[in-house]
């Protein structure tokens, strides 16, 4: 049985920063590609970042690129976004994802979701 189970979201204050983590189970962690999406009250689900099988290609939304960083250990079957000068636009439930032919961002593509974690940012 596969398991995705997302932590580190909390409340921050406006240029904090967060670390999300993710962890799976059930699954050869090291053949998915990995992604972050959020959705926030009202709003559609979006993605944020995701990275290919062994780490080495990443893409971030143009919304945090320069501040979010995304990153694997396969080792550690964990995915981990670091999420700096956060914004109040950054509120959200984060969801990692597991997608076993490639990533991209389109949220039908992946195969397995977490429960989510949820970031909020105040101003």
């Known amino acids: 049985q596969v398991q995705v189970v997302e932590s580190g979201g909390g409340l921050v204050q406006a240029g904090g920063s967060l670390r999300l983590s993710c962890t799976a189970s059930g699954l050869t962690f090291d053949r998915t590609a990995l992604a972050w999406f959020r959705q926030a009250p009202g709003k559609e689900r979006e993605g944020v970042s995701y990275i290919n099988k062994n780490g080495a290609t990443t893409y971030y939304a143009d919304s945090v690129k320069g501040r979010f960083t995304i990153s694997r250990d396969n080792a550690k079957n964990t995915l981990y976004l670091q999420m700096n000068s956060l914004k109040p636009e950054d509120t959200a439930m984060y969801y990692c994802?597991?997608?076993?032919?490639?990533?991209?961002?389109?949220?039908?593509?992946?195969?397995?979701w977490g429960q989510g974690t949820q970031v909020t940012v105040s101003s």
């Open positions: 994802a597991a997608a076993w032919y490639g990533g991209n961002w389109d949220a039908g593509n992946y195969n397995y």
